[in-house]
């Protein structure tokens, strides 16, 4: 077990003079640039515990400090005596699942989304009686044994994924890994959401496994499905494109590249007694095919993976977005549906929104947006960080 210091032996940091306000006022987070950097500072070990002093040497809370990020403290508690072991952390994820319990009557939801459940850059993902454990910072690595202790006293879990490999590790200084901590898998694991079925490969899928944050999306879509036919790009195992077919759409075509996608995505349509078509294509390719075929459907679906994954790839990420608008766009029947959405942290809201209008306009579409959305209740916001809205997603109707 992680050795946790008192209180009273635990290091400091101290703000400098007229930099505290904004962390007083309930932002999470201290820059590196507010804090005094001596040499014993910048010394600490990256992901240790850290009493938050400001320049008065009033002591505002206890946070895990890194000298080598630009976050370089991220708040767990504003009681500075407070004792971070694993009782705490027990509470933090007891009170994390009191809310899932509350929003959703099956355990198959985000259990836990980082800031907002006062566990800074940890993300768990719950299977049932599996959950997935995403430590993004060092300081969450450094209570990763505690954090896993905490999970087994709370929810007794039959086995625990680590999915530590994510890019933002390297910021922290971390390495990438993936493993199983405890128990064992038998392959994918079954999973729920609005009252469909589904199987997700937790060790070698896309990030946790599954995309939780689409689940209300998903519901919105295929409540116009019935009736229609739909396509699904960048489906992934199938989140859409099932739903759909399980709302009564009359046809349902599902566009991913990866071949293992599909096949889960077909064993998903089996367990779901539906018939989806898989189609193996990059879904660019796959979009300018259809429209030059003449193709059109009552649905099209575009939830692609992130295309601006730094603030280096905005332009090109834009010009994809615009893009990938035009093609779907030009896919939908008059009087059809389209969703479109975004997952990249740094494409604004209302930059994503522009280029979705350029790209109906090139595709001499118009129609009117009938929800803007973004991820689902078990993904909540810090009200301090507006800026991890990451997901976002525009329904519309086209003309």
């Known amino acids: 077990m992680t050795n946790i210091p008192d209180t009273t032996s635990r290091p400091q940091i101290h703000l400098q003079a007229g930099r505290s306000r904004r962390f007083r006022a309930g932002h999470p987070w201290i820059f590196s640039n507010e804090i005094t950097m001596t040499p014993e500072t910048k010394a600490l070990v990256p992901g240790g515990l850290v009493t938050i002093v400001d320049a008065g040497e009033e002591r505002l809370g206890v946070g895990t400090f890194n000298p080598h990020s630009l976050i370089a403290v991220r708040l767990l508690s504003r009681d500075a005596d407070q004792t971070i072991d694993q009782a705490f952390l027990t509470k933090r994820l007891r009170n994390a699942l009191a809310l899932r319990q509350t929003l959703y009557d099956r ?42 202790a905490a999970l087994d006293d709370l929810l007794a879990p039959t086995a625990v994924v680590l999915k530590n490999d994510s890019a933002v590790r390297k910021l922290e200084g971390l390495e990438l890994y993936d493993r199983i901590a405890g128990g064992e898998l038998d392959g994918p694991v079954e999973l729920e959401e609005n009252g469909a079925v589904f199987f997700a490969d937790l060790v070698t899928g896309q990030k946790t496994g599954w995309f939780f944050d689409q ?54 349509a089996e367990r779901n007694g539906v018939t989806v078509e898989c189609v193996r294509a990059e879904a660019f390719a796959e979009m300018e095919r259809l429209v030059t075929a003449g193709q059109r459907f009552g649905v099209v679906i575009a939830d692609p993976p992130a295309f601006v994954k730094s603030k280096k790839d905005q332009a090109a990420g834009a010009k994809g977005y615009r893009k990938m608008s035009r093609l779907a766009a030009s896919l939908v029947e008059p009087g059809g549906f389209l969703l479109v959405a975004s997952c990249s942290h740094h494409m604004a809201p209302d930059a994503f929104a522009e280029e979705v209008r350029h790209g ?40």
């Open 360 to 399: 109906l306009s090139s595709a001499g579409r118009s129609g009117r947006i009938l929800r803007s959305a973004g991820a689902g209740s078990d993904h909540p916001l810090h009200p301090w960080l507006p800026e991890s809205a990451y997901l976002k997603a525009l329904l519309l109707q086209l003309d």
């Open 215 to 268: 689940r209300d999306n998903r519901a919105a879509v295929a409540a116009l499905a019935k009736g229609r036919s739909v396509i699904d790009f960048y489906s992934y195992a199938g989140g859409f494109a099932i739903q759909a077919a399980r709302a009564g759409a009359t046809r349902v075509v599902a566009v991913d590249r990866s071949e293992g996608s599909l096949a889960l995505a077909t064993r998903s």
């Open 107 to 148: 355990p198959y939801y985000r259990l836990v989304h980082a800031e907002a459940d006062e566990l800074p850059g940890l993300v768990i993902d719950r299977y049932g009686e599996i959950v997935t454990l995403q430590a993004n910072t060092a300081g969450m690595e450094a209570l990763q044994p505690l954090l896993l």
